[in-house]
């Protein structure tokens, strides 16, 4: 069993859309939970940042956390265009110095014009 | 501007040519990434540097091997590339934005070919 697990799309919506992104994970020890966004042929740049459980909101973005069921979900309102590319979510557990992240495989969205 | 810089964007190379990628930054950070990710897998974690100390992970093929001459580069050299280490290959860089909030930064990838 893979440490997170994502769900793999790809996902198309039409522009004005909520788009729901997923991942569930095995380790327990996990604390922090990221979703990181890759364009295509690019590298992952930071999205979101959540600590523990619970939402956190940023503009059309909301990253939520459940650690309870070991479920963390990112919803996109009023999706764009500019924000089809792979979504990637990544989480590591407390107290790591050298700080290593568990990514999930990633989600690409295409948000249709 | 950017701050992860990697050199080529993309790479190709005969099966079992030596390569180098190279990763440079401007942030002053004291820990830098490799990691490969293959197409619609997640990314994988090769090795890390804390300042000079260097870590491997577990089951980093030794064809594998990286140096870091000093704060700002990082080396990922592969001695015998074959087909399977074809991918896109990402550094990235380390720094605290809060209590206990870490964030990377990762570089814009080389993507290496071997033919």
């Known amino acids: 069993q893979k440490e997170v697990e994502q769900d793999p799309g790809p996902l198309s919506v039409p522009e004005g859309a909520i788009v729901s992104l997923n991942c569930t994970y095995s380790n327990s020890a996990f604390q922090y939970f990221m979703w990181y966004r890759q364009y295509s042929r690019k590298g992952p740049e930071l999205l979101m940042y959540t600590y523990s459980s619970g939402n956190k909101e940023d503009g059309r973005f909301t990253a939520q956390v459940d650690k309870s069921s070991k479920y963390i979900s990112l919803f996109i309102r009023d999706s764009q265009p500019s924000d089809s590319a792979t979504y990637l979510c990544?989480?590591?557990?407390?107290?790591?110095?050298?700080?290593?992240?568990?990514f999930g495989a990633g989600t690409t969205v295409t948000v249709r014009a | 501007d950017a701050m992860v810089i990697q050199n080529p964007r993309y790479q190709v190379t005969q099966f079992g040519k030596p390569v180098t990628l190279s990763c440079s930054q401007t942030l002053n950070h004291n820990v830098m990434y490799w990691y490969q990710q293959k197409s619609s897998q997640a990314p994988k974690l090769l090795f890390h540097y804390y300042d000079k100390d260097f870590n491997n992970e577990a089951d980093t093929p030794d064809n594998f091997q990286s140096r870091r001459p000093n704060t700002s580069f990082c080396f990922l050299d592969i001695r015998s590339p074959g087909l399977g280490d074809a991918a896109m290959y990402l550094c990235a860089t380390k720094r605290r934005v809060g209590q206990g909030n870490e964030k990377l930064f990762f570089g814009s990838g080389t993507q290496l070919s071997v033919l």
């Open positions: 990544a989480m590591s557990s407390r107290g790591s110095n050298d700080y290593k992240l568990s």
